[in-house]
């Protein structure tokens, strides 16, 4: 089943996971499986793959720009899955893709979730889908098709509701920094450290990854001490953004964070 | 209620919440309160001396004589354009911020489009001496200059929405994102009918004091509460769902919801949500949306900034699925005409949102003894402008 890739990776490697996040085809709409195989090759982890949507209404400026371009090359998520196409042949890295719930419900969320899986997609972030409909509607079809669904939480989520999402989920639960959007600096407080411990003495099942505000060493590290790795997205897109060929912006990128 | 919301967040099939976790303890709070914050005697009591001293209500019912005899019917007109500020919009603004005080919040944000929404949010901020935000388009900021500057003036910050399209679209993703950084101290103050549950439920209610003045003051005019039917222009839909809210349930009352079919429905110059969308996901709410086949978010087009929204509430989506309401599409020419006809014959200016209602008359072809109650939601002084520009190109300068 797919999410054994996903599974297989926590069982192998416990802690400084390095997940990073590139929007589908940015900057150009061909670069999505050289940025995947580059990744791979420097070390990444895992990969997050953005769905590029026109109102992503849980992004920053940085991932907001990099889906109007994507949009503008003419990415879709039919686009895509034609590109990840045979790249099982090509990369093991633990693929997930990130999207809003609208352009997948246009694709039809079966056939989304039977086209992901066969070219070899793990796991899945749908942030805007809310639990009861992922519990009626959703999670049996992902299932079937042996996808995981990644879940958020944030320093307002309640103790209750951070098990309910443990219990739940099967892969790891994506740890917001803070309250905000993606791409905002992260600022070490002592409220979002009391955060990280308490999450960190909850003693969930499923591994954290912390997101949101990771944009380079330091950040990385830090986030590493209080759970299993970290999401880095919108530094990496800024990186994307240097004159260099792309694979040499994801392989100088990568160099500063190890 | 057979067409209220269930207790899911559902009408029928379309509403919910469909929000990223950031914003699910504000919606969730929310949720929990806002009825049981409504039905307080103490905030009831405010909320109808406010209505009633500040916004101006009740607003007549008006026996429009010669509008009324050039369509061979009775028609009335519910003058929402006699609130203060301009429109119904306030009805619901003044409901927020009694609740945002309750919720112990100290700083408002909203959207907006035509500055409607905006100026009504801003009035009562300073009313409450509450921190006022407003998100709006940069496009609208430049279309509708009059409103910026009423709303700097009230004491509020517009900040100009530069992402996407810098439409209505934008500015609600804005205020959306703003609220996220703003987890705790900070109410977002919705517009119309749509967005994450409660919102649809909680702006209808606000606003449904239309239907419940509409059905006393026909009673007095006419001795029966109930008109035969009930006309109100659709954009996000909150004058309509409030012109229609204590009618959903009398199957013999017709309710006309009018769409802005801009330059034409075919046209793809359009706002005709209604015909033109299909269901998914804008701004936390199931519903009917304009879209590409890839579900990426178009922008409408309507002349009216009030009614160029890529949704509709899902209430109202749930009233054109299941046939309830009967939706008319009429285009920016006919609205004028219609604007221009309700001027010349009761001296009142309707706002260009309102003129596709008043186009919507001739559709509908009332009988000379049945009675049209027509939500006049707002007044034309902030259109006039786009007016005389529109009027100089058909009519040729003066």
């Known amino acids: 089943m797919a999410q054994n890739r996903l599974s297989r990776l926590f069982q192998e490697k416990s802690g400084n996971l390095l997940n990073i996040y590139f929007t589908a085809g940015y900057p150009k709409l061909e670069d999505t499986v050289t940025i995947l195989e580059e990744l791979e090759a420097a070390g990444a982890d895992l990969v997050e793959i953005g769905m590029p949507f026109s109102d992503p209404l849980a992004d920053g400026p940085t991932i907001q720009a990099s889906n109007m371009v994507a949009l503008?090359?003419?990415?879709?998520?039919?686009?895509?899955?034609?590109?990840?196409?045979?790249?099982?042949?090509?990369?093991?890295?633990?693929?997930?893709?990130?999207?809003y719930l609208n352009p997948v419900m246009q694709y039809g969320f079966e056939r989304?979730?039977?086209?992901?899986?066969?070219?070899?997609?793990?796991?899945?972030?749908?942030?805007?889908?809310?639990?009861?409909?992922?519990?009626?509607?959703?999670?049996?079809?992902?299932?079937?098709?042996?996808?995981?669904?990644?879940?958020?939480?944030?320093?307002?989520?309640?103790?209750?509701?951070?098990?309910?999402?443990?219990?739940?989920?099967?892969?790891?639960?994506?740890?917001?920094?803070s309250a905000s959007t993606t791409g905002s600096q992260v600022q070490t407080s002592d409220s979002q450290k009391a955060y990280f411990s308490k999450v960190k003495g909850l003693g969930l099942k499923n591994p954290l990854l912390i997101g949101f505000g990771i944009s380079?060493?330091?950040?990385?590290?830090?986030?590493?001490?209080?759970?299993?790795?970290a999401i880095i997205g919108s530094a990496f897109i800024k990186a994307l953004q240097k004159p260099q060929e792309v694979r040499e912006n994801v392989r100088s990128f990568l160099q500063t964070l190890r | 209620m057979e067409y209220g919301v269930n207790e899911r967040g559902y009408y029928g099939q379309f509403g919910g919440a469909f929000i990223p976790e950031m914003l699910y303890p504000n919606v969730e709070e929310l949720r929990e309160k806002?009825?049981?914050?409504?039905?307080?005697?103490?905030?009831?009591?405010?909320?109808?001396?406010?209505?009633?001293?500040?916004?101006?209500?009740?607003?007549?019912?008006?026996h429009a004589k010669r509008l009324s005899a050039l369509y061979n019917t009775k028609i009335y007109l519910k003058r929402e354009d006699l609130n203060h500020t301009g429109a119904h919009k306030i009805n619901n603004t003044v409901g927020q911020i009694l609740l945002a005080k309750r919720l112990g919040k100290k700083r408002i944000i909203a959207e907006t489009g035509a500055g409607q929404h905006g100026v009504a949010t801003a009035t009562v901020c300073a009313l409450a001496g509450l921190e006022c935000i407003v998100y709006m388009g940069t496009v609208d900021i430049e279309r509708q200059r009059p409103n910026v500057e009423k709303m700097r003036l009230l004491g509020a910050t517009v900040v100009p929405a530069t992402s996407g399209s810098q439409t209505l679209k934008d500015a609600t993703n804005e205020a959306i994102r703003d609220w996220i950084n703003h987890p705790e101290d900070t109410h977002y103050i919705i517009g119309s009918v749509v967005g994450p549950h409660p919102y649809p439920d909680m702006v209808a209610r606000f606003q449904s004091v239309i239907s419940e003045e509409i059905r006393k003051q026909l009673l007095e005019k006419e001795g029966r509460e109930l008109p035969d039917y009930v006309v109100a222009c659709v954009g996000g839909g909150s004058n309509a769902a409030g012109a229609f809210y204590h009618f959903l349930d009398e199957p013999s009352v017709n309710l006309i919801a009018v769409e802005a079919a801009g330059l034409g429905v075919d046209s793809g110059h359009s706002a005709a949500t209604s015909v033109l969308g299909k269901t998914g996901i804008i701004h936390g709410s199931k519903t009917l949306l304009m879209q590409t086949e890839d579900g990426q978010i178009t922008e409408p087009y309507s002349i009216s900034a009030g009614l160029d929204?890529?949704?509709?509430?899902?209430?109202?989506?749930?009233?054109?699925?299941?046939?309830?309401?009967?939706?008319?599409?009429?285009?920016?020419?006919?609205?004028?005409?219609?604007?221009?006809?309700?001027?010349?014959?009761?001296?009142?200016?309707?706002?260009?949102?309102?003129?596709?209602?008043l186009a919507a008359l001739k559709e509908i072809k009332a009988g000379p003894e049945e009675v049209v109650v027509l939500n006049l939601s707002g007044r034309g002084d902030k259109d006039l402008n786009t007016i005389l520009t529109y009027f100089e190109q058909q009519d040729g300068p003066k």
């Open chain 1, 216 to 229: 380079d060493k330091p950040s990385f590290e830090m986030a590493c001490l209080s759970a299993h790795g």
């Open chain 2, 34 to 62: 806002y009825l049981s914050i409504m039905a307080e005697p103490e905030f009831q009591q405010e909320l109808q001396e406010l209505l009633h001293d500040y916004v101006g209500r009740p607003t007549p019912l008006y």
């Open chain 2, 309 to 357: 929204y890529p949704g509709v509430g899902p209430l109202h989506a749930h009233l054109a699925q299941t046939g309830r309401a009967r939706f008319i599409a009429i285009t920016d020419a006919d609205a004028m005409e219609a604007l221009r006809e309700l001027s010349r014959l009761e001296g009142i200016i309707p706002a260009i949102e309102t003129s596709h209602a």
């Open chain 1, 112 to 177: 989304f979730c039977e086209d992901a899986a066969r070219v070899g997609v793990d796991g899945l972030i749908l942030p805007d889908l809310p639990f009861a409909e992922y519990e009626e509607e959703y999670k049996p079809v992902l299932e079937k098709h042996g996808l995981s669904l990644i879940f958020l939480i944030t320093p307002q989520t309640s103790e209750d509701r951070i098990r309910q999402i443990d219990k739940l989920t099967n892969s790891f639960i994506y740890m917001v920094s």
């Open chain 1, 72 to 99: 503008e090359n003419g990415m879709s998520i039919k686009t895509l899955l034609q590109q990840l196409e045979g790249v099982r042949e090509r990369v093991t890295v633990p693929i997930i893709l990130m999207g």
